[in-house]
T-cell receptor
Framework: GAGVSQTPSNKVTEKGKYVELRCDPI?????LYWYRQSLGQGPEFLIY????????DSGLPNDRFFAVRPEGSVSTLKIQRTERGDSAVYLC????????????FGEGSRLTVL | TQLLEQSPQFLSIQEGENLTVYCNSS?????LQWYRQEPGEGPVLLVT?????EVKKLKRLTFQFGDARKDSSLHITAAQPGDTGLYLC???????????FGKGTKLSVIP
């Protein structure tokens, strides 16, 4: 498809488990963002990639969260030792460049930690 | 950290009414965007404003960026049920790639 694709759309896991969330951006978009959206809140910035490198990871809440984008396209958000407070919708967005343009969002991955 | 405060948090109106939602900050933004989000979907861009005092119109929606580039408003004329959704404002500081979102205004337009 032409849009940002995120998998899985829903993930239910148990406290303490490891999860990976995948984002496939729009082809040719060099900038990729991860956001987290809790119920009733706006999206909260986690990390921004320009190409393969994480240009800004200041939003990652702690060292249990890590993200990679090894070939400058698909990105994976990894969460270790999940906690109930990690339950949220994880949104991925891409844009053609790094500056002031529109972000194109995927539909999100809903993570539930029991 | 740049914070964006949106008001009201919830708004329920009858079809045909007018409404205004607000986005305020103590910080200056180089650009501000408005997105609309429907349940189960990601936010979709409505408009970007970059100049203080700028006004943009998108059909029945009018967006204004404050003169000092710290606040913005979204006015909807003759609201329709299809306008129902979560309206989010988001701003970028000078030289920043990070887009900071407000908590949103959840709008319900009743037929």
């Amino acid at each position: 498809g032409a849009g940002v694709s995120q998998t899985p759309s829903n993930k239910v896991t148990e406290k303490g488990k490891y999860v990976e969330l995948r984002c496939d951006p729009i082809s040719g978009h060099t900038a990729l963002y991860w956001y987290r959206q809790s119920l009733g809140q706006g999206p909260e910035f986690l990390i921004y990639f320009q190409g393969t490198g994480a240009a800004d990871d200041s939003g990652l809440p702690n060292d249990r969260f890590f993200a990679v984008r090894p070939e400058g396209s698909v990105s994976t958000l990894k969460i270790q030792r999940t906690e109930r407070g990690d339950s949220a919708v994880y949104l991925c967005a891409s844009s053609p460049g790094a500056s002031t343009g529109e972000l194109f969002f995927g539909e999100g991955s809903r993570l539930t930690v029991l | 950290t740049q914070l964006l405060e949106q008001s009201p948090q919830f708004l329920s109106i009858q079809e045909g009414e007018n409404l205004t939602v607000y986005c305020n900050s103590s910080s200056v933004f180089s650009s501000l965007q408005w997105y609309r989000q429907e349940p189960g979907e990601g936010p979709v861009l409505l408009v970007t404003v970059v100049t203080g005092g700028e006004v943009k119109k998108l059909k029945r929606l009018t967006f204004q960026f404050g003169d000092a580039r710290k606040d913005s408003s979204l006015h909807i004329t003759a609201a329709q049920p299809g306008d129902t959704g979560l309206y989010l404002c988001a701003g970028r500081g000078a030289g920043s790639y990070q887009l900071t979102f407000g908590k949103g205004t959840k709008l319900s337009v009743i037929p």
